[in-house]
């Protein structure tokens, strides 16, 4: 063991001795000059032989750094020994290779900084690497450096999944989107690998665009098909396994009657063009004239009737009669219905005493269909949404085009209003009543004095009837509706008789009540349509009756009408979308409710505020409609002239009470323009996990005695597919 560590420390030092005494020679002054941030400048143009055989780390990388004519710093954490040799004689270069490979088997390597070279654990190499380089790097070997490649054709971000596999599980790989570059920490050796893949995969996409004008067929006609022969036969938006969905792009330029293609390559663009030319063949139809288009999102009966309008002079025997099932646009104003939309605040005509718990506007379709349209060289099929078009081929390329410009996916309008009402009410009353009678049994004049406030079993004199009516009394006061005074009543009870009677009362009460109710309404409609959310209660209102008798016998046969109102919360908007992201807004809001203990024979009494108005407001900005601060005051004063006036004992000659009523009502709304498919999944999805982080913390508490049933969660959104309908809990 001891003649080993002999030798391994000989071989060392005759190496070390080796190198100094060669490596006489003046460092590559063509790379100091040039500043290149390339490997060590080599000292010596002798070779060297390596003999380092389980020696020290520290020892052998003196020895480098003795070859180098470099210092190289060792991190305290390096440690451990390394086996480094050369059966034949090798340049300083090259055993410097071998010496960084070493370090690698050992997990360390040499990161250059400011100068100098470190040694150091692998981890630690990617924050303290010095070295940059920008696309190409002249250091070799196991050094770790870190270098930029600038991406010019591909998304910077999908060659990050591919590169990720070959980059050492310790270095890093990040992508810069601002400028699609890619920013890579690992050895030099690896740099150079990931080089020549980035340049095989960074080339062009898409080859350049090309216009074929079309001789007979339509463009707009031609283009779906072309489409979905480019991706393989697949329905357009499905994906081809192996294959890109934008592969091949076709788009229409109604100007030209032309086709718009771009695909990946120059073969796949040649192939599209061929079976273009190949489906651009005259019409073989026989002069048929008449020809379906299938609408993909306007309403075929409005649509009809605007191109009968529109091209009504061009064509022949043209019809610009309106379409007979269409309807016309609903209002937003307060008790009035058109079309097949019914006001919530009109009257419903049929309603009687055998009337149905549900508002017509509940029991009503949705949307009346409409009757194919008559009339006209355009026509309308409303079952299937498509248009029926009779005219020459010039006319029917016309009226395509503009088919092709109105039938546009429209946007939607997301509208989210809030409705706060914050009441506050306070109230006191205080007041003394007494009764008294003067004088002696057997007198023929007796005198009684007294004071008495109020109606009802609040005023002495009433209560005192009740009280000597005994049980009797008391029971008929209670089945009349009558009740004593709220708060806190002191009496006093004198006997005449057998008869007890009130000698004084004494009243004391006060109260505060308070009401914040904070509605949120939300709704979504497409642009330039109506939308209504209605939340509250369908109440009867009585509208006439009539009793008469019968032929025999004169039985009474009462006859009641009733007609039911949606009460409680409506809102109904009317957006259109300006320019620059303002939209304009025809608003009613309402909100109603029935006032207690107002349901008497004329019916109930509503509780009503509403709002209609016209505003702008820019997309997602809030704006207040409108509101209501009240302030009331109210105060009463019952009293006996001068004698309330006596200073303390006025009170026992006076009832005051006082009444203040505080209410605000404010109206915020917020319009949010929902453009794409993905702008409305995400709002869907942040309204949908707002419900459900509500459902799960409104879960049960755990209790010994009830066993754990679990209260209903909405799905998790991210378990279920996008396609196809939530699982039911």
Known sequence: MNLQRTATSAAAITALLLAAGSAMAQPDNANVQRGRPAGPAVKASSPVTLNFVNADIEAVTRAIGVMLNRQIIIDPRVKGTVTVYSEQPVSVAEAYRNYLAALRGLGFTVVEVAGFLKVLPEPDAKTQAGSVAVE???????????????????????????????ISPNNTINANPGNNSLVITDYADNLQRIGKIIAAMDTPGTSDIE??????????????????LADGGSPAGAAVPGQSSSAVNVLVDPRSNGLILRASNPARLAAVRSMVDKLDQPSTDGG?????????????????????????????????????????NSLLTAGTSTGNAQSLTGTNANATNSGGMNSAAATSPLNQ??????????????????????????LYRQVRAVIEQLDARRAQIYVESLIVKIDNTKAAQFGVQWQNVFGSKGDSTITAAGTNFGTGLANIINATGVVAGGTAGVRSALTSGGAAPTGLNIGFLKKFGSIYTL?????????????????????????????????????????????????????????????????????????????????RMVVYQENSSVVPGSNGTTGPTLD???????????????????????????DGDDSVPGLSKIPVIGNLFTSKNRKRVK?????????????????????????YESIRAVQQGAQPQKSMMLPDTGAPVLPDPQAASPRK????Q
Do not use: C, W
């Not at 997309?619 to 601060?629: N, P």
């Open 136 to 166: 190409n790097s002249s250091i070799r070997g196991d050094q770790i450096i870190t270098q930029i490649f600038r991406v010019q054709h591909e998304n910077a971000n999908n060659l990050v999944a591919v590169l990720r596999p070959l």
């Open 211 to 228: 216009i074929v004008p079309l001789k007979h067929a339509v463009a707009a006609d031609l283009a779906p098909l072309v489409q979905r």
């Open 288 to 328: 048929n004239n008449i020809r379906v288009v299938y609408l993909k999102n306007a309403d075929a009966t409005k649509l009809a009737t605007v191109l009968r309008a529109a091209f009504g002079a061009a064509a022949a025997g043209g019809n610009t009669s309106s379409s007979s099932g269409s309807g016309g």
């Open 369 to 394: 269909s409409a009757g194919p349209s008559t009339g006209g060289f355009v026509q309308a099929d409303p079952s299937t949404n498509s248009l029926i078009i009779t005219a020459p081929e010039p």
């Open 503 to 583: 000698g004084a009362v004494a009243n004391f009460f006060e109260s505060q009540t308070g009401a914040n109710v904070l509605s949120t309404p939300n709704l979504v409609a497409l642009d330039n349509e109506e939308a209504r959310i209605v939340i509250g209660q369908n109440v009867p209102f009585v509208t006439g009756s009539y009793a008469g008798a019968t032929s025999t016998g004169g039985t009474v046969n009462p006859f009641t009408t009733v007609d039911r109102k949606d009460v409680g919360l409506t809102l109904k908007v009317k957006s259109q979308i300006g320019e620059g992201g303002t939209v």
């Open 608 to 634: 009503k505020s509403a709002i209609e108005t016209s505003i702008v407001v820019d997309d997602g900005d809030v704006i207040v409609l409108g509101g209501l601060l009240k302030d009331e005051y109210q």
């Open 663 to 687: 209410s605000n009502l404010m109206v915020f709304l917020r319009p949010v323009v929902l453009r794409t498919a993905e702008s409305s999944n995400q709002l869907t999805l942040d309204r």
């Open 725 to 728: 309908p939530l699982p039911q």
